[in-house]
C-alpha cells in the first residue's frame, strides 16, 4: 500500500462545525501522552511535540517559528507531521504541516468558543494579521454567521491588507475595539501584553492564541483575575506558557482557578454576565486529533 500524503489542498474536504465536533468526541478516548522539547536560537524556535492516544495512534510534529521570515516574505512557522499507525507503530501518512497547523490552532480555539461565547455575539475582534488571522475569520464566521469582523494589528498596512482580503473592518484604536467587542481573538507574537484587563466587559469571551513561550503573553494580570480561565490542556499550558506562569507567579491567579481544560468539556459553560478566556496552548495530542480527522476525511473523499 503506498504511504499516503496528504496535501493541503485534501482541505476541500474539511468542514469546521464537523472538526470540532469530532475534537470534542476526541476528548473521550484515553487522556494523551505528550512530551514536548524546544530549542532556541534568539527569537527562532525548533519545537518537537509528540503523542500518543491509545486507540488513535501516536504523531511526532516538528515544527520551526522564525518570527523574521514575514520580513521575507517567508511563513514564519514551517515544519513537518508524521500519523503513525496504533497497532503496529509504522509510518501511516504523512500529512502537510500548514493544513494540520491551520486546523489545529484554529479548531482548538473555535472548539472553546462555541462553548464559551454567547451564541448571538454579533462583534468579533481579530487582533493581529498574520495567517492564523485570515483563518480565524473563516472559521468564527462558520460558527458565528450574523457575526460582522474588526481587525486590530500593529503593522497598519498589513491590517488593511487583511481586511481588503476578508471584508473586516480595520480598528485604529485597540482599547476601543476590545470594549466594543463580544469576542476577541488574538494571535499574536508579543511578549508583552496587549489586551488589558481594565478594557474587558461582562459577557465578553477572549480567545488567547499566539503566547508559546515563557516569554510571551497577550494579556494582563488584570484580564486573568477578572476572567473564567479555561484552555485546551491544563498539563501543555500551565507551566510552559507565560501567559499562566506570569500571572501564577505574581499571585495573581493559583492554579485552582483554573475551570478545566478540554478532558472536562462538560464544565465549559457561562452565566451570561462571565466574561471567559480561553488559552489556546495546543499540543500533539491536538495535532494527531486533527490529523485523524483530516486523514478519514480525505481517504473517504479519494
Known sequence: MT?????????????????????ARAHDAPRAEVSDSFLY?????????????????????????????????????????????DTTGQLEALLDFHLVTKWKTVGDSLLAARRLARPDSRTILVVGAGTVATSLIEA???AFPNASFQVWNRNRARGRALCDQTGATLADDLEAAVRSADIVTS???T?????????????????????????MREADD??????????????????????????????????????????????????????TLFKNGGGAHLD???????????????
Open 41 to 85: 536560537r534568539g527569537n527562532d524556535t525548533l519545537l518537537n511535540r509528540a503523542a500518543w492516544i491509545d486507540g488513535m495512534g501516536s504523531l511526532v510534529k516538528t515544527a520551526t517559528i522564525f518570527p523574521g521570515n514575514t520580513q521575507q516574505g517567508l511563513a514564519s512557522v514551517n515544519g513537518g507531521v508524521s500519523l503513525f499507525s
Open 140 to 142: 468564527y464566521g462558520v
Open 222 to 275: 488584570t484580564a486573568i483575575m477578572r476572567a473564567r480561565v479555561f484552555m485546551d490542556s491544563i498539563d501543555t499550558t500551565v507551566e510552559h506558557i507565560g501567559e499562566l506562569i506570569a500571572p501564577i507567579a505574581s499571585g495573581a491567579i493559583s492554579r485552582g482557578d483554573i475551570v478545566a481544560d478540554f478532558y472536562n468539556l462538560s464544565a465549559f459553560s457561562r452565566e451570561p454576565e462571565d466574561i
Open 191 to 215: 511578549t508583552e501584553p496587549l489586551i488589558r484587563g481594565d478594557w474587558l466587559k461582562p459577557g465578553q469571551h477572549i480567545d488567547l492564541i499566539g503566547a508559546f513561550r515563557p516569554d
Open 187 to 189: 494571535a499574536t507574537m
Open 3 to 23: 504511504l499516503p500524503i496528504v496535501p493541503f489542498e485534501a482541505e476541500r474536504h474539511l468542514d469546521w462545525i464537523a472538526f470540532t465536533d469530532f475534537l
Open 288 to 302: 494527531l486529533m486533527t490529523s485523524r480527522y483530516i486523514l478519514e476525511a480525505w481517504l473517504a473523499a479519494e
